[in-house]
Protein backbone atom coordinates (compact mmCIF):
# COMPACT_ATOMS: atom_id res chain seq x y z
CA UNK A 1 0.00 0.00 0.00
CA UNK A 2 1.36 3.64 -0.99
CA UNK A 3 -0.78 6.12 0.48
CA UNK A 4 -0.19 9.12 1.48
CA UNK A 5 0.70 8.89 5.58
CA UNK A 6 -1.59 11.95 5.70
CA UNK A 7 -4.44 9.67 4.91
CA UNK A 8 -3.08 7.95 8.17
CA UNK A 9 -3.00 11.11 9.95
CA UNK A 10 -7.10 12.00 9.24
CA UNK A 11 -8.08 8.31 9.93
CA UNK A 12 -5.89 8.55 13.24
CA UNK A 13 -7.26 11.97 14.37
CA UNK A 14 -10.80 10.64 13.80
CA UNK A 15 -10.34 7.46 15.54
CA UNK A 16 -8.91 9.26 18.42
CA UNK A 17 -12.11 11.54 19.06
CA UNK A 18 -14.10 8.43 19.29
CA UNK A 19 -12.35 6.42 21.14
CA UNK A 20 -12.45 9.08 24.05
CA UNK A 21 -15.72 9.89 23.45
CA UNK A 22 -16.37 6.38 24.19
CA UNK A 23 -18.20 5.33 27.50
CA UNK A 24 -16.80 1.67 27.51
CA UNK A 25 -14.21 0.28 29.59
CA UNK A 26 -11.62 -0.20 26.42
CA UNK A 27 -12.24 3.19 25.34
CA UNK A 28 -11.21 4.94 28.46
CA UNK A 29 -8.16 2.56 29.03
CA UNK A 30 -7.01 3.37 25.91
CA UNK A 31 -7.77 7.10 26.72
CA UNK A 32 -5.84 6.90 29.61
CA UNK A 33 -2.29 5.44 27.35
CA UNK A 34 -2.73 8.74 24.97
CA UNK A 35 -3.32 10.95 28.36
CA UNK A 36 -0.24 9.67 30.52
CA UNK A 37 1.75 8.00 28.16
CA UNK A 38 4.83 8.02 30.56
CA UNK A 39 6.31 4.56 29.84
CA UNK A 40 4.33 3.76 27.40
CA UNK A 41 5.73 3.69 23.66
CA UNK A 42 4.90 7.03 22.67
CA UNK A 43 1.44 7.13 20.98
CA UNK A 44 2.22 7.30 16.89
CA UNK A 45 2.96 10.49 15.19
CA UNK A 46 0.68 10.46 12.88
CA UNK A 47 -1.75 9.27 15.43
CA UNK A 48 -1.11 12.25 18.15
CA UNK A 49 -2.36 16.10 17.34
CA UNK A 50 -2.37 18.97 19.39
CA UNK A 51 -6.05 18.95 18.99
CA UNK A 52 -6.79 15.34 19.26
CA UNK A 53 -6.34 15.99 23.59
CA UNK A 54 -7.91 13.11 24.97
CA UNK A 55 -10.23 14.07 27.26
CA UNK A 56 -10.07 12.56 31.02
CA UNK A 57 -11.55 9.01 30.50
CA UNK A 58 -14.67 8.99 32.04
CA UNK A 59 -15.47 7.30 35.44
CA UNK A 60 -16.36 3.33 34.88
CA UNK A 61 -17.06 3.26 38.66
CA UNK A 62 -14.62 0.64 39.97
CA UNK A 63 -14.21 -1.18 37.53
CA UNK A 64 -10.84 -1.75 35.85
CA UNK A 65 -10.68 -1.24 32.02
CA UNK A 66 -10.16 -4.06 30.53
CA UNK A 67 -9.51 -5.39 26.97
CA UNK A 68 -9.51 -9.22 26.59
CA UNK A 69 -7.04 -10.21 24.28
CA UNK A 70 -6.03 -13.68 22.93
CA UNK A 71 -2.08 -13.94 21.48
CA UNK A 72 -1.78 -16.35 18.07
CA UNK A 73 1.58 -16.52 16.49
CA UNK A 74 1.20 -17.59 12.54
CA UNK A 75 3.80 -19.67 9.94
CA UNK A 76 5.65 -21.51 13.07
CA UNK A 77 8.39 -22.83 12.88
CA UNK A 78 9.71 -19.39 10.66
CA UNK A 79 10.39 -19.24 7.09
CA UNK A 80 13.10 -16.84 5.51
CA UNK A 81 16.69 -15.66 5.76
CA UNK A 82 18.64 -16.17 9.65
CA UNK A 83 20.21 -12.78 9.63
CA UNK A 84 22.68 -11.59 12.56
CA UNK A 85 22.17 -14.41 14.25
CA UNK A 86 18.68 -14.54 14.14
CA UNK A 87 17.73 -18.47 13.98
CA UNK A 88 14.23 -19.03 13.50
CA UNK A 89 14.73 -21.85 17.02
CA UNK A 90 16.10 -18.37 18.68
CA UNK A 91 13.44 -16.06 17.60
CA UNK A 92 10.61 -18.05 18.48
CA UNK A 93 12.32 -19.16 22.34
CA UNK A 94 12.86 -15.39 22.54
CA UNK A 95 8.97 -14.84 21.56
CA UNK A 96 8.14 -17.31 24.52
CA UNK A 97 10.51 -16.02 27.11
CA UNK A 98 8.37 -12.76 26.13
CA UNK A 99 5.46 -14.42 26.59
CA UNK A 100 5.99 -16.04 29.79
CA UNK A 101 7.55 -12.80 31.19
CA UNK A 102 4.42 -11.04 30.59
CA UNK A 103 2.42 -14.48 32.32
CA UNK A 104 0.86 -15.32 29.22
CA UNK A 105 -0.33 -19.15 29.94
CA UNK A 106 -2.07 -19.35 26.63
CA UNK A 107 -1.03 -18.73 23.45
CA UNK A 108 -1.40 -20.62 20.01
CA UNK A 109 0.75 -21.58 16.97
CA UNK A 110 0.33 -21.90 13.53
CA UNK A 111 2.27 -24.60 12.07
CA UNK A 112 3.09 -24.68 8.37
CA UNK A 113 5.29 -27.91 7.97
CA UNK A 114 6.63 -26.74 4.70
CA UNK A 115 8.79 -24.67 6.60
CA UNK A 116 10.79 -27.29 7.84
CA UNK A 117 11.47 -29.00 4.07
CA UNK A 118 15.39 -29.19 3.85
CA UNK A 119 15.40 -27.38 7.18
CA UNK A 120 15.29 -29.68 9.85
CA UNK A 121 16.81 -27.91 12.55
CA UNK A 122 13.89 -25.95 13.40
CA UNK A 123 12.32 -28.64 14.20
CA UNK A 124 13.77 -26.92 17.66
CA UNK A 125 11.26 -24.36 17.42
CA UNK A 126 8.30 -26.40 17.31
CA UNK A 127 9.84 -28.13 20.20
CA UNK A 128 10.32 -25.22 22.20
CA UNK A 129 6.89 -24.05 21.45
CA UNK A 130 5.19 -26.93 22.55
CA UNK A 131 7.26 -27.86 25.62
CA UNK A 132 6.22 -24.17 26.99
CA UNK A 133 2.85 -25.25 27.17
CA UNK A 134 1.64 -23.61 24.05
CA UNK A 135 -0.98 -24.66 21.80
CA UNK A 136 -0.30 -25.28 18.17
CA UNK A 137 -2.98 -25.57 14.75
CA UNK A 138 -2.75 -26.24 11.43
CA UNK A 139 -2.27 -23.47 9.11
CA UNK A 140 -2.08 -25.69 6.02
CA UNK A 141 1.28 -27.88 4.83
CA UNK A 142 2.19 -25.91 1.86
CA UNK A 143 0.35 -22.24 3.00
CA UNK A 144 -0.19 -21.48 -0.83
CA UNK A 145 -3.40 -19.54 -1.87
CA UNK A 146 -6.77 -20.94 -2.88
CA UNK A 147 -6.19 -19.89 -6.41
CA UNK A 148 -2.58 -21.66 -6.46
CA UNK A 149 -3.88 -25.20 -5.50
CA UNK A 150 -7.81 -25.28 -6.31
CA UNK A 151 -10.49 -26.23 -3.87
CA UNK A 152 -9.17 -30.10 -3.93
CA UNK A 153 -5.62 -29.29 -3.66
CA UNK A 154 -5.95 -26.99 -0.83
CA UNK A 155 -8.17 -29.57 1.13
CA UNK A 156 -5.25 -31.89 0.16
CA UNK A 157 -2.93 -29.24 2.10
CA UNK A 158 -4.90 -29.09 5.28
CA UNK A 159 -4.41 -32.57 5.59
CA UNK A 160 -1.01 -32.71 4.54
CA UNK A 161 -0.59 -30.83 7.84
CA UNK A 162 -2.67 -33.10 10.17
CA UNK A 163 0.14 -35.60 11.28
CA UNK A 164 2.57 -33.43 12.53
CA UNK A 165 0.55 -30.62 13.94
CA UNK A 166 -1.39 -33.79 15.81
CA UNK A 167 1.78 -35.07 17.05
CA UNK A 168 2.47 -31.38 18.74
CA UNK A 169 -0.81 -30.74 19.93
CA UNK A 170 -1.02 -34.64 21.48
CA UNK A 171 2.26 -33.44 23.73
CA UNK A 172 0.50 -29.82 24.57
CA UNK A 173 -2.97 -32.44 25.71
CA UNK A 174 -4.76 -29.58 23.95
CA UNK A 175 -8.57 -30.88 23.22
CA UNK A 176 -9.87 -28.32 20.76
CA UNK A 177 -8.09 -28.32 17.21
CA UNK A 178 -7.61 -24.70 15.51
CA UNK A 179 -7.60 -23.87 11.79
CA UNK A 180 -6.22 -20.39 10.65
CA UNK A 181 -6.30 -19.69 6.81
CA UNK A 182 -3.31 -18.39 5.42
CA UNK A 183 -3.43 -14.62 4.23
CA UNK A 184 -6.48 -14.97 6.05
CA UNK A 185 -8.37 -16.09 3.36
CA UNK A 186 -11.06 -18.33 3.80
CA UNK A 187 -12.41 -18.45 0.34
CA UNK A 188 -12.75 -16.32 -2.93
CA UNK A 189 -16.60 -17.52 -3.92
CA UNK A 190 -19.51 -18.51 -2.52
CA UNK A 191 -18.83 -22.25 -3.66
CA UNK A 192 -15.41 -22.25 -1.75
CA UNK A 193 -16.52 -20.73 1.47
CA UNK A 194 -19.02 -23.22 2.20
CA UNK A 195 -17.45 -25.60 1.00
CA UNK A 196 -14.29 -25.37 3.05
CA UNK A 197 -16.49 -24.76 6.28
CA UNK A 198 -18.25 -27.76 5.80
CA UNK A 199 -14.51 -29.90 5.41
CA UNK A 200 -13.17 -28.38 8.36
CA UNK A 201 -16.12 -28.40 10.28
CA UNK A 202 -16.25 -32.52 9.39
CA UNK A 203 -12.19 -32.23 10.51
CA UNK A 204 -12.98 -30.81 13.84
CA UNK A 205 -11.28 -27.60 13.18
CA UNK A 206 -11.98 -23.80 14.63
CA UNK A 207 -11.22 -21.65 12.77
CA UNK A 208 -9.44 -18.68 14.42
CA UNK A 209 -10.21 -15.88 13.16
CA UNK A 210 -8.08 -12.61 13.95
CA UNK A 211 -9.21 -8.80 14.72
CA UNK A 212 -5.54 -7.38 15.34
CA UNK A 213 -3.79 -7.95 12.06
CA UNK A 214 -0.75 -4.98 11.85
CA UNK A 215 1.18 -5.97 8.89
CA UNK A 216 3.78 -7.13 11.00
CA UNK A 217 5.68 -8.90 8.38
CA UNK A 218 5.91 -5.70 6.47
CA UNK A 219 8.73 -4.91 9.29
CA UNK A 220 11.06 -8.36 8.69
CA UNK A 221 13.31 -7.27 5.79
CA UNK A 222 13.60 -4.02 6.36
CA UNK A 223 14.71 -5.00 9.76
CA UNK A 224 17.04 -7.77 7.96
CA UNK A 225 18.71 -5.34 5.95
CA UNK A 226 19.21 -2.71 8.64
CA UNK A 227 20.67 -5.57 11.12
CA UNK A 228 23.06 -6.30 7.79
CA UNK A 229 24.15 -2.70 7.74
CA UNK A 230 24.54 -2.15 11.50
CA UNK A 231 22.37 0.87 11.57
CA UNK A 232 21.38 0.84 14.58
CA UNK A 233 19.65 4.31 14.29
CA UNK A 234 17.34 2.85 11.71
CA UNK A 235 16.47 0.03 13.91
CA UNK A 236 15.35 2.26 16.79
CA UNK A 237 13.34 4.34 14.20
CA UNK A 238 11.24 0.96 12.45
CA UNK A 239 10.86 -0.65 15.96
CA UNK A 240 8.93 2.79 17.22
CA UNK A 241 7.58 2.49 13.88
CA UNK A 242 6.43 -1.06 14.57
CA UNK A 243 5.41 -0.29 17.93
CA UNK A 244 3.48 2.72 16.90
CA UNK A 245 1.95 0.21 14.28
CA UNK A 246 0.29 -2.15 15.89
CA UNK A 247 -1.05 0.14 18.86
CA UNK A 248 -3.06 1.77 16.56
CA UNK A 249 -4.62 -1.51 14.60
CA UNK A 250 -5.48 -2.42 18.43
CA UNK A 251 -7.38 1.27 18.82
CA UNK A 252 -9.05 0.62 15.44
CA UNK A 253 -10.31 -3.51 16.03
CA UNK A 254 -11.73 -1.90 19.33
CA UNK A 255 -13.76 1.02 17.51
CA UNK A 256 -14.68 -1.31 15.02
CA UNK A 257 -15.89 -3.88 17.05
CA UNK A 258 -18.32 -1.33 18.51
CA UNK A 259 -19.26 -0.26 15.40
CA UNK A 260 -19.67 -3.14 13.58
CA UNK A 261 -20.87 -5.57 16.23
CA UNK A 262 -22.51 -2.95 18.61
CA UNK A 263 -20.21 -4.14 21.69
CA UNK A 264 -16.99 -4.79 22.72
CA UNK A 265 -15.04 -8.27 21.55
CA UNK A 266 -12.23 -10.25 22.93
CA UNK A 267 -9.65 -9.22 20.60
CA UNK A 268 -7.16 -11.81 18.54
CA UNK A 269 -3.61 -10.68 17.75
CA UNK A 270 -1.98 -12.09 14.99
CA UNK A 271 2.29 -12.09 15.10
CA UNK A 272 4.61 -13.32 13.42
CA UNK A 273 8.19 -15.22 14.19
CA UNK A 274 10.21 -12.64 12.95
CA UNK A 275 12.90 -10.29 14.21
CA UNK A 276 10.98 -7.66 14.46
CA UNK A 277 8.55 -9.44 17.10
CA UNK A 278 11.93 -11.00 19.20
CA UNK A 279 13.21 -7.79 19.62
CA UNK A 280 9.60 -5.68 20.25
CA UNK A 281 6.91 -8.19 21.19
CA UNK A 282 8.09 -7.32 25.02
CA UNK A 283 7.69 -3.67 24.68
CA UNK A 284 4.54 -4.15 22.33
CA UNK A 285 2.80 -6.53 25.10
CA UNK A 286 3.63 -3.62 28.02
CA UNK A 287 1.64 -1.06 25.93
CA UNK A 288 -1.36 -3.40 25.48
CA UNK A 289 -1.12 -4.22 28.98
CA UNK A 290 -1.00 -0.46 30.07
CA UNK A 291 -3.89 0.29 27.41
CA UNK A 292 -5.66 -2.33 29.67
CA UNK A 293 -5.24 -5.09 27.94
CA UNK A 294 -5.73 -8.55 29.53
CA UNK A 295 -4.32 -11.63 28.00
CA UNK A 296 -6.82 -14.67 27.52
CA UNK A 297 -6.75 -18.43 25.80
CA UNK A 298 -7.99 -17.85 22.24
CA UNK A 299 -10.56 -20.64 23.06
CA UNK A 300 -12.19 -17.78 25.84
CA UNK A 301 -11.89 -15.52 23.21
CA UNK A 302 -13.92 -17.39 20.27
CA UNK A 303 -16.41 -17.69 22.93
CA UNK A 304 -17.44 -14.27 20.95
CA UNK A 305 -20.11 -15.41 18.62
CA UNK A 306 -18.42 -12.38 16.06
CA UNK A 307 -16.55 -14.96 15.30
CA UNK A 308 -17.93 -18.08 14.64
CA UNK A 309 -20.88 -16.36 12.37
CA UNK A 310 -20.55 -17.03 8.98
CA UNK A 311 -20.38 -13.67 6.96
CA UNK A 312 -20.04 -15.40 3.57
CA UNK A 313 -18.36 -12.00 2.34
CA UNK A 314 -15.15 -10.89 0.55
CA UNK A 315 -12.77 -8.95 2.42
CA UNK A 316 -9.50 -8.56 4.03
CA UNK A 317 -10.62 -8.66 7.35
CA UNK A 318 -12.64 -10.01 10.09
CA UNK A 319 -14.53 -6.51 10.65
CA UNK A 320 -14.71 -6.03 6.80
CA UNK A 321 -16.64 -8.74 6.32
CA UNK A 322 -18.72 -8.64 8.77
CA UNK A 323 -19.34 -4.73 8.24
CA UNK A 324 -20.78 -5.75 4.51
CA UNK A 325 -22.60 -8.37 5.97
CA UNK A 326 -24.40 -6.21 8.55
CA UNK A 327 -24.68 -3.42 6.70
CA UNK A 328 -22.60 -1.25 9.49
CA UNK A 329 -19.68 0.78 8.60
CA UNK A 330 -16.40 0.12 10.28
CA UNK A 331 -13.80 3.01 10.65
CA UNK A 332 -11.32 3.67 7.35
CA UNK A 333 -9.12 1.68 7.08
CA UNK A 334 -5.18 2.43 8.30
CA UNK A 335 -2.12 2.67 6.75
CA UNK A 336 1.34 1.81 7.25
CA UNK A 337 4.56 3.87 6.71
CA UNK A 338 5.04 2.40 3.30
CA UNK A 339 7.84 5.06 2.46
CA UNK A 340 10.01 4.03 5.55
CA UNK A 341 9.62 0.76 5.04
CA UNK A 342 10.38 0.62 1.63
CA UNK A 343 13.30 3.03 1.69
CA UNK A 344 15.10 1.87 4.63
CA UNK A 345 18.61 0.78 5.13
CA UNK A 346 18.61 0.39 0.87
ZN1 LIG B 1 0.52 -17.42 7.57
Given at each position: ????????????????????????????????V?????????????????????????????????????I???????????????????????????????????????V???????????????D??????????N????H??????????????????????????K????H??????P?????????????????????????????V????????????????????????????????????????????????F??????????H??????????????????????????????????????????????????????????P???????????????
Amino acid sequence: MKRALTIAALVMLGLGVRVAESHGSAGTSLASVHRDGSSAPRAPRHVTHPKATITAPRAVGSERPSIRMAITVDDLPGGGPEVGGYTHARIVREIIATLQAHHVKHAVGFVVGSMLEGQPERRAALDAWVQAGYEVGNHTFSHDKIEELGLDGYMKDILANRELVDELAKRVGQHREFFRFPYLEEGRTEHERKTLARFLAAQHYTVARVSVCFNDTDWADPYLRCLQKGDDSALQTLRQSYLDNAMAYLKWSVVAAREVFGHSIPQVLLVHPNVPAAQNLDALLTAYEQAGVRFVSLEEALTEPAYTASYDMNGDNLFERASRRLGRPHPPELVEPAALLDLVCR
